[in-house]
């Protein structure tokens, strides 16, 4: 068995010492006869995978009291209608609009999807920089009767990351200063802490840094569950499922959850609690974003095109200034075992994704293959 | 390792070559180095293992050209509001109401979610019976403005199973001939052959008899994808990663699809061809059913409440005649590896799901224990 380096943007690499233990304990977990997978969703096993799980995701990103998490189904473009579906009639029952900061495919997807569920106001977009920006807070058009304001913190297609907290009191004014942020981590919860305390809603599927695709995370602040006479914040036609509320009620087992993902999830957790937790996790990917970044800003041979305070510590998309070579950089990059190379098809070129699970080492191997490329061309 | 007989109802038993293949193949699936749940979806390798699965479903099944076959998310309970968001505004755009028969427990969730979206018509209810029983089809209160009529064809809690065809022309008359059929199988899919044309949507979770949770499987008929106006069929409220049209369109990957369910559904598709298809699956479920049922029958000691000719051959309820002997009852058969055997909270009593995996031996070593039980008491 060889192992490759998968810069997948997701479903993506997840660390080996996950899956071996994962393999080890397919047939039979922890001397119960049977898989993870096998077992009732409300047994006492399972229940036990579960709580620790969530335990470990609290403690790791210093989740507050006063936040719920939640386990979902349906992925980054499922709470993309889930969102609005619970929290778009804020807190009067009656806002039903909302509004977005627009900075890559990401952002366009959940506008686009959230119109249908309310008025959304565009406060600014990066669409004129070709996405390759996060526009300046000062320059954003708030609205006071927004019930929430959504950004997508890390645009995993274009590979722009917000890199400071937006403080919205302190360049809109005193009306602003609870408006509650809703922010789509998919693709990089769990890089580097955060203060959860600064957001209303935090989401993510699971399948960048977390765990398989099918899980969706939610960590999502006890108020917004319900309007100002204390009833279910949510739409009428929000499927029972997806209802934050009944979610948070129930220990997100309302329905039966994916349990294997969650196990899977869970089994991350330690590992990066094993690490270290997420301050030595950004360290390490700082280091591997500074190597790939350097060789990229030191050769004329490829490029980054994005704006140097915004580049995404996760997601590097670049370009080689010759794309008549793209098919034979990438024929290489699998020979030499570096996989998924390919950048997305709304964007070209190439992108590495180098999520927690990628090591140091598949950094090194990809910039080394870089620079032999660049010197036999 | 020793692996035990599961009698969970779900997340279930699987069969044990197919965790053993996967443990396998955990971190290197086929050589190419990486695990499935690593694998992008769009990536050659993954989009093989989902054509794959799909194939072999529609070949066990027989599933008719004119169906699409869809994988979701969010499991039965996600469906009871999915299905009304699709199909309750019916052919001409805005019939919404449905007509439901409610055999238990998952057929009355299903009416309870259904009912906000649109009018839910109980045609007819065996509560009168404690849902031990499926109503006479000739009694069934039929609505002719129906978008359609919902089935729970295996209840899984109340053990009561669906062994007939409605034929709505034949009983009901010329007007109900094209009533749209939507079953929830969730628990006995693929136990038996089923011809699909009866049906206007099949659906399932994948926990019982095809895989882990949070994988959902849809059967739908493509002209109930569009109204008469060739319009999607879908609630404007519908969440796009839900809507079957745009899964249909997208061979169910607009979103990023529960990939490592996928793949496990497949090796348990390929396990079902395996072992001869479902006319075999049949006659060993049949063989299995009818052992404990036999016993069930035979013995004073115990019994089964549902009536014959409506028994599931998948969840088997049954009661000690001495319910204070519940506690020394489920502890021996935990003691014999006899697992999961708690009957569901909303009936009480014992519980035996024999699902596909569960082996012959299994159902032998189950009526061992009872037998010596009932002497030993």
Known sequence: MTRVFNFSAGPAALPEAVLAQAAAEMLDWHGTGMSVMEMSHRGSDFMGIHAEALADLRELLAVPANYKILFLQGGGLGENAIVPLNLMRGKSGNQNEADIVITGVWSEKSHLEAQRYGKMNIAASAVDTGFTAVPVVESWKLNQNAAYLHLCTNETINGVEYHFM?????????????????????????????????????????????????????????????????????????????????????DSMYNTPP????????????????????????????AKAALLYGYLDATSFFESRVNKADRSLMNVPFFLKDESLNAAFLQGANEAGLKQLKGHRAIGGMRASIYNAMPLAGVEALVAYMKAFERAH
């Open 166 to 250: 937006p403080e919205l009191e302190a360049t809109h004014g005193a009306a602003f200063k609870d408006m509650p942020i809703v922010a789509d981590m998919s693709s990089h919860i769990l890089s580097r802490p955060v203060d959860v305390s600064k957001y209303g809603l935090i989401y993510g599927g699971a399948q960048k840094n977390i765990g398989p695709a099918g899980l969706t995370i939610a960590i999502v602040r006890e108020d917004l569950l319900l309007n100002d006479a204390s009833e279910t914040r949510a739409h009428s036609m929000c499927p029972s499922v997806f209802n934050y509320k009944t979610l948070a009620d129930t």
């Open 259 to 286: 349990t294997y993902g969650i196990y899977i999830a869970g089994l991350v957790f330690k590992w990066l609690k094993a690490q270290g937790g997420l301050t030595v996790m950004e360290t390490h990917n700082r």
